[in-house]
């Protein structure tokens, strides 16, 4: 069964720092690119990060660049948004993403709450 499953999602305070993680069953996670979304109320779905399936090329949207890092193990088919110096505009659920030409397979989501 395919699956993809995030954890890591939490209450955290303005410049704190939450450390996502996506694990990966069903599919050959390691030929896959991988990737993080977000979506806040109310607002569309958006592109956060991307990672190649090696792990060596990583891109980022403006918003978090600097800020967010996304890493991946092949070894333990996981992905990782480590998110620091958070800010609530950054508040939503968070979704795993992977693709592989034409195919591609979705998390459930974690919530990630920025608030004092």
């Known amino acids: 069964q395919v699956q993809l499953v995030e954890s890591g999602g939490g209450l955290v305070q303005p410049g704190g720092s939450l450390r996502l993680s996506c694990a990966a069953s069903?599919?050959?996670?390691?030929?896959?690119?991988m990737s993080w979304y977000r979506q806040a109320p109310e607002n569309e779905r958006e592109w956060v990060a991307s990672?190649?399936?090696?792990?060596?090329?990583?891109s980022y949207a403006d918003s978090v660049k600097g800020r967010f890092s996304i890493s991946r193990d092949n070894g333990k088919n996981t992905v990782y948004l480590q998110m620091n110096s958070l800010k609530p505009e950054v508040t939503g659920v968070y979704y795993c993403?992977?693709?592989?030409?034409?195919?591609?397979?979705w998390g459930q989501g974690t919530q990630v709450t920025v608030s004092s």
């Open positions: 990672i190649s399936s090696t792990g060596g090329t990583a």
């Open positions: 993403h992977g693709r592989e030409g034409f195919s591609q397979r």
């Open positions: 069903g599919f050959t996670f390691s030929s896959y690119v």
